[in-house]
């Protein structure tokens, strides 16, 4: 049994159309003009952002609001596919199940609840800091006395990779989210995943 670690934006919830939506229409017709979200594709959500011109500055409190309007759309978010099926596997083959998403907490319990998702998560750790999710990650170990070795990450962005890397907790990274695989791979995460399905082998050989 391991304890399996869930981000959620990208991971388990195909919010990419969302977010990429929301940040071209704060950026405003001007400077989003000549952009799609085709262009945007592959971009971590930081990197779309500052790809539609947002300083650096705007960037929390832009992200803050983007959550809490994401309240109202929240149940009309899908799982990618495949994704409820293998979180179902895992919670019957008896893993501990969590996720430390940067989204709200309200937001999360929400989209779970809406897809009968909810029984099968320990604990969401959300509102986690845009640019680092290592302290959410040490504070969760700590909360549910795991020691890295016996838990795995699994997330979408260049950033969810190296902040398990940074405290030595084994990670999968996802091709279906944010970032570009060639991305990802480079980074050398303790395994990929192209499909849902690949999650379960990665698990059992970690």
Known sequence: MAAIIFDFDGTIADSFDYVAGFLMDEAGPKAAGSISKQDLRGLSMVAMARHLGHSWWRLPGLFFKG???MGGVITQLQPFGGMAEVIMKLHAEGHEL?????????????FLRHHDLQTYFLEIYGGVGLF??????????RDQHLEAKDAVYIGD?????????????PVIAVTWGFARPSSLAGLKPTALADRPDDIIGAVEEL
């Open 67 to 69: 959550r809490r309007r």
């Open 98 to 110: 969590f996720i430390v998403s940067s989204n709200r907490v309200k937001n999360v319990r929400a």
């Open 132 to 141: 680092g999710k290592a302290p959410a990650l040490r504070r969760l170990l």
């Open 157 to 169: 962005e260049l950033r969810d990779v190296q902040a398990a890397q940074s405290i030595k907790l």
